[in-house]
């Protein structure tokens, strides 16, 4: 990846879109070489990694585990036991707000600056956020992946979850139907299953529709068509690139599989890189 420094009168030198591995990774790297770095971020500094999938879904794993080996063990399974479900969810909440903190100390030691909030582009050196605008000379866009858009009818018309908030809730379900063949279905199933919640998994959801006693959910498996009432649901059919701050304005070319980057990470704008999940070799 080219390392020019600008000769035009632009806020930075690089800005990174983006706070993940990836552009952790970048930013440090331009830091050193002696550039004026700047990362944006419009949720805790670290990305998905930290907030949704890798941490969360460790001390969640972690715990669940622990508890399903205590609990179905010959030597304790009849030792009454208990656990308080909002003490599991704020711990992986603080766990995970410790652990943004330090990455932004490491950050802000080394000389980059953070600016919190949603990026989209005006031109190929500018960037507005809310109602103030920053330019570089080049951006680096590590902006990772969200969860596919929900096409099952009824779905939008009821509250279900996500891998985003899967851990956040304040009570322990009876009954969950996990919609999805990802191997984040099939993490949120084990953690479900280990603390004794009914749990069925399938991709195959037809329609879900909601009364006043519960969740209903129609799907199909190997015997045939099947309807059950559940009292939560949770989305996790997988993910696509993020790529919703008005690339065209960059004249940065993408596709549905992420943004056209060549063989340096380069994408159809001269100064613009994309890097991570949201790339997309050409």
């Known amino acids: 990846m080219s390392m020019k420094t600008t000769t035009k009168s632009f806020n930075f030198d690089y800005i990174i879109i983006g706070s993940g591995p990836a552009g952790r990774a970048e930013a440090l790297k331009f830091k ?11 949720n805790k500094i670290g990305g998905a990694e930290i907030t949704t999938y890798e941490l969360p ?14 609990t179905t063990s010959p030597v304790t399974k009849n030792t009454p036991h208990h656990f308080n479900f909002p003490t599991l969810t704020n711990y992986i909440k603080k766990e995970i707000s410790k652990k943004s903190a330090d990455l932004k100390s490491e950050l802000e030691n080394a000389g980059i600056e953070i ?11 500018t960037i507005a956020i809310g109602d103030k605008k920053f330019t570089a000379a080049n951006f ?26 899967v851990f956040k809730i304040r009570k322990l379900p009876r009954f ?19 603390l004794g919640v009914g749990v069925i998994r399938n991709s195959k ?9 519960s969740k209903i959910v129609y799907f199909t498996d190997d015997t045939g068509k099947k309807m059950v009432r559940v009292d939560t649901i949770v989305l996790a059919t997988g993910s696509e690139p993020f790529l919703d701050y008005s690339l065209e304005n960059a004249e940065v070319e993408y596709k549905r599989s992420g943004i056209v980057v060549n063989k340096h990470s380069r994408t159809s704008a001269k100064n613009i890189y994309a890097v991570g999940e949201c790339a997309n070799g050409s």
């Not at 879904?57 to 205590?70: E, G, M, P």
């Not at 600016?115 to 050196?125: E, M």
């Not at 063949?181 to 280990?194: C, H, L, M, P, Y």
């Open 32 to 42: 050193k070489s002696g550039k004026n770095v700047a990362i944006v971020e419009m």
């Open 205 to 213: 959801v037809s329609e879900v529709v909601e009364d006043r006693k």
């Open 176 to 194: 969950v139907f996990v919609i999805g063949n990802t191997v984040v279905s099939k993490k949120i199933t084990e953690f479900f299953e280990n």
């Open 140 to 165: 680096v866009l590590a902006t990772g992946s969200k969860l596919k858009p929900n096409k099952i009818p009824g779905l939008d018309h009821i509250k279900y979850l996500t891998p985003e908030n």
């Open 115 to 125: 600016i919190p909030g949603f990026a989209h582009f005006l031109d190929q050196n």
């Open 57 to 70: 879904f460790t001390l969640a794993l972690d715990f669940s585990r622990i508890y399903h080996d205590y």
